[in-house]
């Protein structure tokens, strides 16, 4: 970055961040600083602990030191509960649609994560999915892998988060619904305000959706930058399988 270019303000860091599984060390001293308004694409081989980073970053994993800062407060040893509704929506890996209720009992869901306690969903969730506020009384699990898709971001944002973490969104998406994803992201990047961390293992997506990338090897960060910084010299030594 050149001495023109003016900083984004972070609105996540992580500091020092290191992770177990029991005795397994996981995450190893991970900074990581993810400016407000862009999106951050986490990239790096299978099992290298991106999903345990969104994981550490929502909660749900514990930290053995460091420290994570969000919206300028000290999350580290706040609980899960307490990170929805500060505002940090999860579209987790497998996207964890809840088969047997309706798609309108799985936005209901996110609902209880809201601050204010809000109880409908905000209409804005429909004008991004219409098929949603189509398919209202339907089961979840009889809907299609684009559309869970859909409705697993959708039930993220029914928090109105500030920042949105989706894990590996496109994993198991049909092709041609792969581009309708970028460009939901995208809006919610751009038009919506929302910051945005993507794990991601397709790179043509990731260049299209992302402003910086970051990528994992062994549970260390072993790079980051502009996503035109992304040489093929770090893609062939920590992306190809
Ligand atoms: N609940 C768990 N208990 C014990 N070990 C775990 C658990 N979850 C993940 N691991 C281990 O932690 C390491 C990192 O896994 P993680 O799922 O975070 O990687 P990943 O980069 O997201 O992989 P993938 O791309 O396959 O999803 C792996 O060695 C994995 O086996």
Known sequence: MGPEATTASNLLELR????SYGQSHTLWDIDLDVPEGQCTVVMGR??????????????????????????????SRKAIEYRAPAGIGLVPQGR???????VEEN????????KDKARSIP?????????????????????????????????ALVI?????????????????LVADIAT?????????????IIVE????FARKVADRYVILDRGRKVSEGAMPELSDAIIQRYLTV
């Open 96 to 102: 964890q649609i809840f088969p047997l209720l309706s």
């Open 46 to 75: 299978n099992g290298v602990g991106k999903t345990t980073l969104m994981e550490t970053i929502m909660g749900m994993r514990n930290l053995d030191s460091g420290s994570i800062q969000f919206a300028g407060e000290d999350i």
């Open 184 to 196: 939901i992201i995208r809006r919610l990047n751009q038009e919506f305000g929302l910051t945005v």
């Open 16 to 19: 020092g961040v290191n992770q």
């Open 107 to 114: 936005l209901q869901i996110g609902l209880s994560a809201r």
């Open 123 to 155: 209409s804005f969730i429909y004008e991004l999915f219409p098929v949603l506020k189509e398919m209202l009384g339907r089961r979840g699990g009889d809907l299609s892998g684009g559309q869970q898709q859909q409705l697993a971001i959708g039930r």
């Open 201 to 204: 293992q397709k790179l043509p």
């Open 160 to 176: 109105d988060p500030k920042l949105l973490i989706l894990d590996e969104p496109t994993e198991g998406i049909q092709p041609n």
